[in-house]
Every structure is written in structure tokens, then in C-alpha cells.
């Protein structure tokens, strides 16, 4: 097809609705099980760190002297301290390395700002009568989920494959007091995939100055950091550098973690801030814990600080082809009706499909009843919602190559077949 759908007269919208619906029929009847909804390591990602648990430690004492096999050391071994730095864009001072995720040092300072503060002094959010956070939309459910749990409520701002409206992030700051903090992913963001320019950086961490709030965070969730896809890859400038040159370091909190590098539950999970905000979650910490996993800190840092770069690439190898896949399936089946339009990263874990009508859970449903699971409509919106119903994630990575290109057949099927037949009912 080489004309868009809207350009179609009626009579030729009728005779594709009907070879597509036949083409959809067929497809019933393969008892299909496919699944693109997570943003999961495939098999032979995981396989890649086989090497790394299978090492055996003879030296169990770290280069700071710690016995790695006993408690204490809260802030997590030198080594790994060290690599989480390199990952992060940080200095190991300002790193810490605890337990093995990331998500549950976000909820972790979340939860200290909102009924403790961070700068041991009398702010935290709990003193407001309303707490809120900017959320950049379509974001990470899980930072939704956060909010949600401790009663933070949402204030949504558009995010696109360009990156987040810096101007109408500033304007809600400056203007709302309840307005305590921002959820960023700053390197190809879940689900669009862009990265943060350098002045969209340093207007991220000049954000503390111009917050009407004076105990603003940013949490900067860099999830993605070494994610590369295509080389080269996106830079992302250190926003702790720019930080420290307006003052607002104290207000700058970074995450990351090796789960998607190593094993998602058995990797090393980071957390980088300033030497104030890292004295009072070190404090925090101390109420619940003995110290991390510090021999499986000590095995993973040992090997990946020799051997990130590598092991980046040989995850990108596994990768690139699938992402490939999916770009080359969107635009040779939708590329010339112009019913939608898709990022094309250049790392991270997913694709975003924006449907260009007000019909993305339609989509989604109608896969559904041939066996293929995506993520629900509206999973990266708070609530669920998406007011414009357009936007669907794709994760391709964890699909094995043929399924994957299977997925794309139906999904595009499937977008097309509800794009004409809400074109024909709207006529």
C-alpha cells in the first residue's frame, strides 16, 4: 500500500478492511503465545554473565580491607562502589553500593525525604498539607506505583522521542510550592528512548533554584546508562557536575543498578548524592540492614570493571538485531498509511508506538485475543490513564527472533485493522 488511509476512498477502506480481517482470521487459529510487555533480558543475555557467578573467590577481602564474607560496610565495597560510579558518570565518594535494586532505593528516599528530609535539618515533604512530583509522560510505571504508595500525588508533562518540555517543567515549579520533586529516566527514557541534551542536564539541575519548594529532589533514574544499542551511543552529560557549579548538589539524587547488565535480583543496585544526602541515607539504611551482599558485590566489580565495555557490546549484539526487526516490521507494514509513528533509540530496552488516532487499547485488546500480551493501554501513564490513548510500548528483547518477528506481524495487523475500521466508522 502506498497511499495513507485518510487519502482512500470508502469503497477502497471497505475492500482493505475485509483482506485484513481475513488475514486476522487466519492468525486466530495459530493458538499463538507471544509476549512483549516487559523489558526483560532474553536467555542468552543472561548466559553472557554465566562467567561472572561462576567465578570462585580465593581473596574475600576487598581493596579497602574489608572482609566481604561479614557484615557492616553499608555503603557497599570500594570495587563496587567504583563501578557504579563508572556506570553512573560519578566518583565512587558519592556512590554507594546497596542491595540489588535500584527501585528499592527510589521508594528507600522517597520515603526519607517525604518523613525525614535529607539535609538533617527541619524540611521534609510531610510537613505540606499535599505533596506532588513531576512525572514526565509516557514514563516508568513504577515510579507511578511509588506515589501512589506513599500518597505523593502526579503532575503529568509531555515526553517526547526529542525529550522532556523543559519550559512547562520549569513554569510548574516556580509556580507550585506543593511541587516537591521530578521522576527522570535521563538516558534512553522507558518508553521513548531519548537522552537529555546538555542544556536539558544543567536546566535539570538548576531546577532546586527555581523551585518555589526549598526541599525540591530530582531523582534521577539512570537506568540505562551503558545500554547502548548502536554505536556509538547517546552521551549524557553528569548532572552532578552541574550540579555542584549551581549549588544544588544536595538536591540531586542518582540510581542505578546491574540488573539488566548481570542478573535482574542478583546484581548491585547504586545510589550517588552528595555527601550530606548520602550521610543521612547511610543513617536510614542503619535501621534495617547489616550491610549488602558484599561477596557477590565483590565478584560482579571484579569482573565488570575490567570488562563493562565488552560486556555492553556483546549484550548490544543480541539486541540491535531485534530492535532492527521491529523498526524494519513498523515501517514496511505502517510506514506508508500514516495511521502511527515510533522512536528509534539508540539504547535502552523499548520501542514506543504512538497510534495517531485514540485507539491504542484497542490494539492492544484485539492482540490479545490471538496470543499476543503487550503492555496494557495506559501502563506508562499514573492510573493507568492515558488521556489521548494513543501510546503503545513495544520490548523486544526478551522474545526469541522468530517469535519476535511473529509479534510484529500481528501487532501491525492489528494496528492496521483497528485504524481503518475506526476510519471507516468516523467517516
Known amino acids: 500500500m502506498t497511499i495513507p488511509l485518510h487519502e482512500m476512498t470508502t469503497e477502497q477502506l471497505s475492500q482493505l478492511e475485509a483482506e485484513w480481517d481475513n488475514d486476522f482470521t487466519a492468525l486466530l487459529g495459530q493458538n499463538l503465545q507471544l509476549d512483549l510487555s516487559r523489558g526483560k533480558p532474553s536467555h542468552k543475555q543472561l548466559e553472557l554473565s554465566h562467567k561472572i557467578s561462576n567465578t570462585t573467590i580465593e581473596d574475600f577481602f576487598s581493596s579497602d580491607g574489608t572482609d566481604t564474607r561479614n557484615y557492616g560496610n553499608l555503603r557497599g565495597v570500594i ?8 556506570i553512573l558518570g560519578t566518583v565512587a565518594e558519592e556512590t554507594f553500593a546497596v542491595g540489588n535494586s535500584s527501585l528499592s532505593l527510589m521508594y528507600m ?7 525525614a528530609g535529607l539535609w538533617q535539618d527541619d524540611r521534609c ?3 505540606e498539607s499535599k505533596v506532588k512530583m513531576i512525572t514526565q509522560v509516557p514514563g516508568y510505571d513504577r515510579h507511578f506505583t511509588i506515589c501512589d504508595s506513599l500518597g ?10 526529542d525529550g522532556p518540555d523543559i519550559n512547562a517543567i520549569e513554569k510548574k515549579v516556580a509556580e507550585d510550592p506543593e511541587i516537591k520533586g ?7 527514557s522507558n518508553p521513548m528512548g531519548c537522552t537529555y541534551s546538555p542544556e536539558t542536564v544543567r536546566a535539570f539541575a538548576e531546577l532546586p533554584k527555581k523551585s518555589a519548594a526549598n526541599d525540591f529532589v530530582v531523582f534521577w533514574d539512570n537506568a540505562y546508562g551503558v545500554h547502548e544499542i548502536k554505536y556509538p551511543g547517546d552521551e549524557l552529560a553528569s548532572i552532578m557536575v552541574a550540579g555542584k557549579s549551581l549549588g544544588t548538589e544536595d538536591h540531586l539524587v542518582q540510581f542505578g543498578s546491574t540488573s ?8 548491585i543496585a547504586f545510589v550517588s548524592s552528595s555527601e550530606l544526602v548520602l550521610n543521612t541515607l547511610e543513617k536510614q539504611m542503619s535501621t534495617f540492614s547489616i550491610g549488602s551482599d558484599k561477596v557477590n558485590q565483590l565478584k560482579q566489580a571484579r569482573y565488570l570493571n575490567e570488562h563493562l565495555e565488552q560486556h555492553m557490546t556483546d549484550h548490544a549484539k543480541l539486541l540491535s538485531p531485534k530492535f532492527s526487526l521491529v523498526l ?4 514496511h507494514d505502517l510506514g506508508s498509511l500514516d495511521i502511527a509513528n515510533w522512536t528509534d533509540p539508540n539504547g535502552g530496552y523499548f520501542i514506543s508506538l504512538d497510534m495517531n488516532r485514540p485507539i491504542a487499547d484497542q490494539v492492544i485488546e484485539l492482540a490479545k ?3 499476543l500480551i503487550l503492555t496494557p493501554a495506559g501502563a506508562t501513564y499514573p492510573s493507568g490513564t492515558d488521556s489521548e490513548n494513543r501510546n503503545i510500548r513495544i520490548a523486544p528483547s526478551f522474545a526469541e527472533q522468530d517469535e519476535l518477528k511473529t509479534a510484529m506481524e500481528v501487532l501491525t495487523l492489528c494496528a492496521r485493522l483497528v485504524s481503518i475500521r475506526d476510519l471507516i466508522k468516523n467517516r
Not at 521530578?182 to 534512553?188: A, E, F, L
Not at 524494519?328 to 515501517?331: I, K
Request: aromatic share 8%.
Open 79 to 86: 570495587e563496587a562502589r567504583e563501578l557504579g560510579a563508572k
Open 109 to 115: 528516599v522517597a520515603q526519607t525525604v517525604l518523613n
Open 125 to 127: 515533604w510531610k510537613s
Open 152 to 161: 505523593i500525588d502526579m503532575v503529568n508533562v509531555k515526553l517526547t522521542s
Open 182 to 188: 521530578i521522576w527522570c529516566v535521563p538516558k534512553y
Open 260 to 267: 539488566k547488565i548481570t542478573f535482574a535480583s542478583g546484581g
Open 328 to 331: 524494519e516490521s513498523l515501517e
Open 369 to 371: 485475543t490471538t496470543g
